[in-house]
Every structure is written in C-alpha cells, then in structure tokens.
Nanobody, 121 residues
Framework: VQLQASGGGLVQAGDSLRVSCKAS????TAWFRQAPGKEREFVAG????????YHAESVRGRFSISRDGAGNTVSLEMNRLKPEDTAVYYC???????????????????WGPGTLVTVSS
C-alpha cells in the first residue's frame, strides 16, 4: 500500500494549512510529526468509519482530522499554526485494527514519505 501525501509548505504563525493522505482500503489513519532532534509524535487519528477521532492535546482545538465520503482521503486541517508546529508530518495507516486509533508509531503498518510544514514567527 502506498500512502500519497500532499500539502505542507511554509506559512506564517497564525495561518492555516491542510495536509492530505490518500490510501485505498480499510485503514485507521493517523498523522504523526517529527521535529528536528525530537521523537515522532502522534498528532491526530481517525478510524476507517470516520469516528471516533483523536487529537493530541497540543493541537486540540486548532487541528482537525477528517475523512472524505469515499473513505480514501484523510485530511488534517491545521489552523492558528505556531512555530512549534514546524515538523515533518507523516501519514500512517493501520490495517488490522481499522476501527481503532493507536497513539503509537509501532502499531501502524504503512507510512507515507512525510511532508514538511514550516511555520515562521
């Protein structure tokens, strides 16, 4: 399975940005991010059915994960971006437990190549 990620780029603090990930099939999908010198961390996740959804405390209220009607594209809408949101964002898909979101990188079977989000102050 290839995860096709799109979006990302350079924005200013307070701006909005969307990253999307396309994967055909039944998967729970999550976004993780990794800043320079830091471990990869969970950002948001959504089950194949579209509910429930989870967001990390650091992004709750600013970011929103969603899945399109066909279920193949998962988007992460990022609002009120902060410089500390700067990172490479990775899309990940989980096959066996597609109706369960995990916060651990170990529980995902497939990973996208990552897309860089840079937020300037």
């Amino acid at each position: 399975v290839q995860l096709q990620a799109s979006g990302g780029g350079l924005v200013q603090a307070g701006d909005s940005l969307r990253v999307s990930c396309k994967a055909s099939g039944r998967y729970a999908t999550a976004w993780f991010r990794q800043a320079p010198g830091k471990e990869r961390e969970f950002v948001a996740g959504i089950t194949w059915r579209g509910s429930p959804r989870y967001h990390a405390e650091s992004v709750r209220g600013r970011f929103s994960i969603s899945r399109d009607g066909a279920g193949n594209t998962v988007s992460l809408e990022m609002n009120r971006l902060k410089p500390e949101d700067t990172a490479v964002y990775y899309c990940a898909a989980r096959r066996e437990s597609y109706n369960s979101v995990s916060f651990s990188t170990n529980d995902y079977d497939y990973w996208g190549p990552g897309t860089l989000v840079t937020v300037s102050s």
